[in-house]
Structures are given as C-alpha cells and as structure tokens.
C-alpha cells in the first residue's frame, strides 16, 4: 500500500511536462478552448455582422437544413442554428464551470474535512448532505424565481446547489479509507500537521477519483439545465442552452433530423474532450500512473 | 454491527423530520394553491373547502396535524384527487417505481461495472476506447433523446416491445432499458477509473506474480478494493431509480412514483408532495445505509476510525 508515495516519474519532470507528452488531452484541452472561445466572442461576431442574430426569426424561411447561406440550418422559427448554437454554448458551459468549481471547492473540502474530523461530526455533516439531497430541487427553483424573478441566475444558484452533493459523498468515503493506511500513520507519527496530511496526502490519493467524477458531473447539470428551463424556470426564450437545443430538437427528430443531431454532436464532443482532459490530469498528476 | 444499524435506522427519524418540515413550509411558500383554476372558485366554496382540509388554520397547526397523523402512518388525503388519500395513490404507483427500479439497477450493474473492468484492463487500446465511446454516449445522450430512439427502433421499427403502457413483462424492458443503460455509463467511467490505480498496487503485481488467473485477479482481487466510490455513487442513484423517473415514466406511459411527484408539484397538492418527497427521502436514506454497509464489508478499513 505504500507504494502511493514512491514517484516513478524523472524528479525534474513536472506534472504539467507529462501532460504535454500525451497527444489525446492536449488536442481536448484545446478544442476545449477553441469551443468556449467561439461560443464567448458569438456577441461580437453578431456585432461584426459576420454571424446572424440568434434570435431574428424568419418566420417565411421556416426549417431549412445545412446550406451555404445557414451553414447549420435553421430551426423551426427560421433562426440561424450556428448562432444559437454558439449562444447556448455560453449559457451549458458557464453552467459546466459554475458546477465544477463548487463540487471541486465544496465538495471535495466538505468531503475531506469531514472525514479527517470524523466521528459524530462526520456523521452529522453525511446527514446534512442527506437532508439537501431530498429537498425538491423543483419547489426551491419555483420559490427563488418568484422571490428574486424569472433570471438566468437561478440555474447557477440550483446547480451550485446540487453539484457538490455526490461528490462530498465520495470523497469522505474515500478519505476514510485512506486514513487508515499505513502511510498516513507514518505521517501523524512523524509529527505531520492536519492540514498538511490533507493537502500533500489525502488530495493526491483522492486526485483520480475526483477527476472522474467532476467529468461526470458537467454533462448530469447541464441537463438538469435543460430540465428546469423545461419547467419554464431558468433560460427564457429566445435564449437558449445546448440542452434546451436537443430537447426541442428531439421532439421534431423525424422531421428535422439535424435540429437534434447537431447540438448533440457539439455536446457529446465537448464532453468526449473534457473526460479526455480529465483522464489525462489525471495519469499525469497521479504518480503512480505517471510512468505509463 | 447490528447496534450499528440500529443507530443509523434512530437518526434517520430527525433527518426525515427536518425534511419534512422544510419541504412543508417550501410547499406552502410557493404561490399558488390547489384549488386555483382558470375560472376561479366562488369565495364561499373555496372557504369551505379549505376549512375541510384544515388550510384556514395557522400554518404550525397544519403542521403539527400533519406530523400528528404522520406518526400514525397517514398521508392525509389528496387535495387533488377528492375521495383519495395520499396513502393509496402512492401505495398503487410504489409497486411500479420498484420493480422498474430494481430491473434498471440491476441492468446498470450487470453492464456498467464489467465494462468499467475490461476496460481497465488494456488501457489506451481499443478495448478501452471502445467502451468508454459507448459509455460516453450514454452518459450524454439524455433520457429524452435516448427513450424515443429505443420506442423507434425496437417497438415502431422492429415491434418487438410495446412503446408504451404498463401490465405486462414485455412493458417492462423497454424503459428498463432506457434507465438502466443510462445509469451504467457513470458507473463503467468510475470503475474504469479506480481499477486503473488498483492495478498499480503492489498485491496485484503478487497475485499475478503466484498465478492467479488474470480474470480472477480482475474481478475478485481488483475489483474489491476499486469499487468504493462506485458503491457510493450506487446509494443515490439506486435511490433516484426506485423512486421513479418523471422523464422515463412519462415517455413510456408509466404510472410510477416520479410522474406523480412532478405532477403534483404543479398541481400543488401539498400532502402528494410532502408523500412523494418522504418517500424518495427513506429510500435515499436506507440504500446509503445500505451502501455504507456493504462499503465496510468490502473495505473494513472504512468501518470505523481507529484513530
């Protein structure tokens, strides 16, 4: 078991070097970027007249499919699908990265904190967990738009709300099965602080369960997106997001086929790279898989 | 162990407590009432009706009523359905949501993990990309897209299954299918994920090294020590999966526990709420208790702190 501290890599190479050295998640990581930067500059290219509005209807044009005048086809109102791709993009993926950040901050120092501590008050932060996990997430969402009205804020704040959940969950299971490890004993027999057990012991041992699941976790909230805008609750029309894209594409599948065959390319591609990206963090930061 | 048990079955009753207060007073808090519709009720009859469900008294007497006939085991009636209480209408859908349930869950664990240990065992050829293709399809393909293109292929297409209805076993495997493999793709990533660390592991290398068949070591030595998170993951979305699908039930017309929660949500009907919601909240609350303990059978260093 104490292997989990041996580094089998060069001692001069970084983290960051054996990244590099693997192609597959360096051509993720900048597709990656490539889509949120098409996606965050569509407002300026609309303003540059080298996009048309997302949300100038033809109502005459209707659905027509890819063509050179609307490289992507319109959808049933006659709008340019390319420019309300790149506009939904904007809205999925500020929800990936606001859900990502809190189950990575909160979540996994939830997880870990309550671990370490342990006992009952591991106990009562699991049942904490518990307790928000029931709530229905449907009536909240319903309550803070009639509170604070119908904004693009309430999904942030519901899949904030949710995304940390599993996460802290497993992370604490995991964090427990590590502090009783020999090479944790060592440490608190050498005199090693709480802190620094968390940070440079418990966090790289929990590193590759943490990427794999923060990868499952952006494609879970960016449906649930699609879901609560469903309800009427989150994006309002004439915005849109990916996941309101197929929904709406998958109602008209046989008569529109591309409405939902091409959000759902762009989607399941962006998340193909980023479970690329994160399997290559991983292997890359995880020392002992560093030397494969 | 059975105190153990016996420990978390007692917490579970304050944890359902605070559930249920809050998601009274968030069912309350919300505008709109069950008695609203289009034309609007006289006033007179709408008093009365609400002085027969108790709604014209304070909102902590309601509250102490509510939990008074909770303790007794009753729901109270349905403010919807007239004549019902909530004790039948979920009582008829449980049946539904289980057995859907427990068949996706098991089709998610038969598929998922299997495919998470192959793939695992040749990394970075195409015995794992393959897999972990198909099971990245099922993770983004959503429910809404995924139930239809099965109903098109297998039913309207091939008509081997009905596309929808309840009653008899050929009902069932259609949407079995659609939760069930959608569940398994997560559940494939995360084995994929940890068998990859385990197999670094020094007692890997020995079992191998004595001659264990590599299937064995796979399945039997591996297997135990990487499947920790996976049964974690496995105490929510079991959870999540007996207690009904609203997306699944509604595509293929299943009278289960998840249509008539989110139903009920938009009908208001406060006590099918507070039911459906106590409901999902003991079977999120017994399947992690069930996790937990199989975690400890599993990995008995995660039992208890030694220190």
Not at chain 1, 124 to 129: E, N, S
Not at chain 1, 131 to 153: A, E, H, M, R, Y
Not at chain 1, 169 to 183: A, D, E
Not at chain 2, 201 to 210: G, H, N
Request: hydrophobic share 50%; with cysteine; charged share 15%.
């Amino acid at each position: 078991m104490s292997t989990a501290l041996t580094n089998t890599s060069a001692p001069t190479e970084t983290g960051w070097q054996r990244f590099q050295r693997d192609r597959t998640p360096v051509i993720a990581l900048w597709f990656l970027v490539g889509v949120a930067a098409l996606c965050f500059s569509s407002p300026l290219l609309t303003a540059l007249h080298l996009l048309p509005d997302y949300k100038a209807q033809d109502l005459a044009l209707g659905p027509v499919a890819p063509c050179a005048a609307h490289w992507l086809g319109t959808d049933l109102l006659g709008r340019d699908l390319l420019a309300r791709l790149l506009q939904g993009g904007m809205i999925s993926i500020s929800v990936g990265l606001i859900a990502t950040t809190v189950a990575l901050f909160v979540g996994v120092i939830y997880g870990v904190v309550a671990a370490e501590i342990g006992g009952r008050f591991e106990d009562l932060a699991m049942r904490v967990v518990d307790i928000v996990s029931t709530l229905p997430l449907t009536l909240i969402v319903i309550l803070c738009t009639v509170v604070f009205g119908q904004n693009i804020w309430m999904i942030f704040l519901a899949v904030g709300g949710v995304s940390w959940l599993t996460m802290a969950r497993i992370v604490c299971t995991k964090t427990r099965s590590l502090k009783n490890r020999q090479f944790v004993e060592a440490a608190v027999a050498l005199g090693q602080s709480r802190t620094g057990i968390v940070l440079r012991h418990y966090l790289p041992n929990l590193s590759g369960t943490i990427a794999v699941y923060a990868t499952l976790t952006v494609p879970g909230v960016m449906l649930l997106e699609a879901f609560v805008s469903f309800l009427g609750l989150g994006v309002k029309s004439p915005m849109t997001s990916w996941g309101m894209m197929i929904k709406e594409g998958s109602d008209v599948m046989e008569q529109c086929p591309w409405l939902l065959f091409i959000p759902s390319v762009v989607f399941a591609g962006t998340l193909l790279s980023l479970s690329y990206l994160g399997d290559g963090l991983r292997d890359a930061f995880d020392p002992r898989t560093a030397k494969k | 162990m059975f105190i153990y048990v016996l420990k978390r079955l007692a917490e579970m009753i304050p944890v359902l407590l605070v559930v249920v207060v809050a998601t009274f007073f968030l069912a309350h808090a919300v505008p709109g009432g069950p008695f609203d519709k289009e034309r609007p009720m006289p006033a007179e009859v709408k008093k009365q009706v609400e002085a027969y469900y108790g709604l014209d008294q304070p909102l902590h007497v309601q509250l102490g009523n509510y939990i008074g006939n909770l303790a007794h085991g009753s729901l109270g009636p349905s403010m919807k359905y007239p004549g019902w209480t909530v004790n039948q209408i979920i009582g008829a859908r449980i049946p539904v949501s289980v057995i859907l349930g427990s068949l996706s869950l098991l089709i998610a664990i038969l598929v998922g993990i299997p495919i998470g240990v192959i793939a695992a065992s040749r990394p970075n050829t195409w015995m794992d990309r393959l897999p972990m293709g198909l099971a990245l399809i099922g993770i983004c393909v959503p429910s809404f897209v995924f139930g239809p293109l099965l109903a098109l292929v297998f039913s309207l297409q091939l008509g081997w299954f009905p596309p929808c209805g309840w009653g008899s076993v050929s009902h069932l495997v259609l949407p079995s299918l659609a939760l069930g493999l959608i569940t398994a793709a997560p559940l494939a990533r995360l084995t994929r994920g940890e068998l990859m660390e385990v197999y670094t592991l020094d007692y890997v290398r020995t079992a191998r090294a004595k001659g264990v068949s590599p299937t064995r070591v796979r399945f039997v030595h591996a297997l135990r020590n990487g499947i920790l998170p996976v049964v974690t993951y496995l105490g929510p979305a079991a959870a999540a999966l007996v207690s009904g699908s609203f997306v699944v039930e509604s595509l293929f017309d299943v009278p289960g526990v998840g249509r008539l929660f989110v139903t009920a949500i938009i009908n208001r009907d406060v006590p099918v709420i507070l039911g459906t919601t106590l409901l999902y909240a003991v079977a999120l609350l017994c399947l992690n208790l069930v996790a937990d303990l199989a975690k400890a059978a599993l990995d008995p260093r995660t039992a208890r702190d030694r220190r």
